[in-house]
């Protein structure tokens, strides 16, 4: 099993270098640290007085992973959740915060485990995870993949300015979809049939 600092590095290289599209409500971002993120920390790492897009050019791999692993895993208390949900919980949570717990409480309530959907790794939602672990030990973690790339694809749907995160300009998937398949077996992957039968509705 992988350690976290080994999964945030993980997640920095999947995230890739500086980019600042005007269609990401995200804003620049680096190694997948925010510019909102930054400014929530005060990570002025130029030091003239003020967190902008030079400081998120500024962000290093190793300062991107410290706060990855203080901030998105550390602090919401991914590290209470069984050890085989952590990489994909941990990774999600860097790419859609509190949504990332909301999605695994949806989850637990599908199950018939019922918690409140609140995006708070809480007692309820610890003991709800411990619970649904046991129920489906071989299953819960391609539940929850699968259930993160349901996400993407009906975020994408009604938010057509984010269909390129989801489908590829030739049409294949797009990066959502890919990053939320790598935590999914190869067996509960769509093929690339089912998933351009999946977007051809977004013409």
């Known amino acids: 099993m992988q350690s976290v600092q080994e999964i945030a590095v993980d997640i920095?290289?999947?995230?890739?270098?500086f980019v600042d599209d005007p269609n990401d409500p995200g804003g620049a971002t680096n190694h997948g640290v925010t510019i909102h993120t930054m400014r929530r920390l005060g990570l002025d790492l130029t030091g003239d007085g003020k967190v902008d897009t030079?400081?998120?050019r500024r962000l290093?791999?190793?300062q991107a992973v410290k706060i990855f692993v203080h901030h998105y895993f550390e602090?919401?208390?991914i590290a209470r959740l069984p050890v085989p949900l952590q990489?994909?919980?941990?990774?999600?949570?860097?790419n859609a915060g509190t949504n990332a717990v909301k999605i695994l409480q949806r989850l637990f309530n599908s199950m018939r485990i019922d918690v409140k959907v609140d995006g708070v790794i809480g007692p309820m939602t610890v003991a709800a995870a411990k619970r649904a672990m046991a129920a489906a030990p071989d299953h819960l973690v391609d539940a929850y993949g699968i259930a993160r790339r349901n996400y993407y694809y009906a975020l994408a749907d009604s938010r057509p300015a984010s269909r390129r995160y989801a489908r590829r300009?030739?049409?294949g998937?797009?990066?959502w979809i890919t990053r939320a398949e790598d935590f999914v077996a190869p067996r509960y992957r769509l093929t690339e049939a089912q998933h351009r039968e999946r977007v051809a509705r977004w013409g």
């Open 87 to 94: 990489p994909s919980v941990f990774d999600m949570y860097v």
């Open 173 to 175: 998937k797009g990066g």
């Open 169 to 171: 300009q030739d049409g």
């Open 60 to 62: 290093s791999q190793a």
């Open 54 to 56: 030079a400081d998120v």
């Open 75 to 77: 602090a919401p208390g």
């Open 12 to 17: 920095v290289r999947r995230e890739g270098g």
